[in-house]
């Protein structure tokens, strides 16, 4: 297969590797900037490098991979489903609601293969999660915590990134970054009733949207959550739990394995499935894209359930720019 990934910034890159690594998988790119497409080029065993992308002959694709700005995703996956591509794009589905339902609308009438790349749900921690959640092995879970942390300049290599300088393009805590967690929740209980935010710009000098948010979730199904992130603090941290009745499940950084709470026994075990790199997700990503464009799998995230998060995050945002008061999601 002939993948092409649109975009070679940091996430492209990770992209690019990963889908290389897919046994049988051969990979082109597009990069508009020059000195970034040489760098690129220079580091993979990518069949050609292109400058637009609209320069590649899509029949000899199989696959695109959309790693451009936000706000343009959703013309881009529908001028490539046009072409008759499947389609990875990276998350979220856009900035706002306008067009999102006419793409939907598309893809069903096409039945194209299109995803969008919510990784967390390729994690092999958080599919474990979801899992035992499913099967009851907590009980009956009714509350999830989220704390995520990093010094985000830290963690970019083209600091500031040019997409974070707005919100029309993508930036800000919630969308940018605890869309993810939104997303994941939502694969764990369904969908998002309404929801309270708070996001400001506090410290990063370099960018002018925000870098601190929290929101809180009410699930339709009763479950409530409680989310926060910081982008300028200096250690790193992510942890996500989920309380039950029967036992408190944890995914903390730098573990390795899923962490089980079990009352009766007041100790902590250990679960199935390990995680010992970032770029196995991405790698698990690739191979169910290849897997969705030979028709053996379905998206994990599809263009559907994507707007469903679009719409918490978009509400979630007028809750933080008025009083923090709940706002439905409807």
């Keep these: 297969m002939h993948i092409l990934v649109i975009g070679a910034g940091s996430i492209g890159e990770r992209h690019l590797r990963n889908f290389l690594r897919v046994d049988g998988v051969r990979c082109s790119f597009a990069e508009k900037n020059s000195a970034r497409r040489e760098e690129i080029s220079g580091l993979y065993d990518a069949q050609t490098a292109f400058r637009n992308w609209e320069d590649a002959d899509l029949a000899d694709f199989d696959g695109v991979v959309l790693c451009t700005p936000t706000d343009t995703h959703v013309p881009l996956v529908s001028q490539l489903i046009d072409s008759g591509m499947g389609v990875l794009s990276e998350k979220p589905i856009a900035t706002h609601p306008e067009g999102v339902a006419k793409l939907m609308e598309k893809v069903r009438k096409t039945s194209a293969r299109v995803g969008v790349a919510f990784c967390l749900r390729h994690h092999p921690i958080f ?196 009083d923090s008061g709940f706002v439905n999601c409807g």
């Design 127 to 322: 599919a474990e999660m979801r899992e035992r959640l499913l099967q009851g092995d907590f009980g009956e879970v009714r509350t999830a915590f989220s704390f995520d942390s990093q010094y985000w300049p830290d963690h970019r290599p083209f600091w500031p990134p040019q997409y974070a300088m707005s919100r029309e393009t993508g930036g800000g805590a919630i969308p940018d970054h605890l869309v993810h967690k939104i997303n994941i929740l939502e694969w764990f209980f369904g969908g998002v009733e309404s929801v309270s935010a708070f996001q400001r710009h506090i410290s990063l000098p370099d960018i002018p949207t925000e870098d601190l948010g929290t929101v809180t979730l009410r699930f339709a199904a009763g479950q409530v959550a409680v989310l926060s992130n910081c982008m300028y603090q200096r250690n790193h941290h992510s942890q996500l739990e989920l309380v039950g009745e029967k036992a408190t499940a944890r995914q903390i950084l730098g573990s390795d394995r899923l962490q089980i709470y079990r009352p009766d026994k007041a100790a902590w075990e250990t679960g199935r499935d390990r995680f010992d790199d970032r770029d196995e997700m991405f790698l698990r990503q690739a191979e169910h894209f290849i897997a969705c464009l030979r028709g053996e799998a379905e998206p994990r995230c599809t263009v559907e359930e994507a707007a469903r998060t679009l719409q918490v995050v978009l509400a979630a945002i007028r809750s933080s720019d008025r």
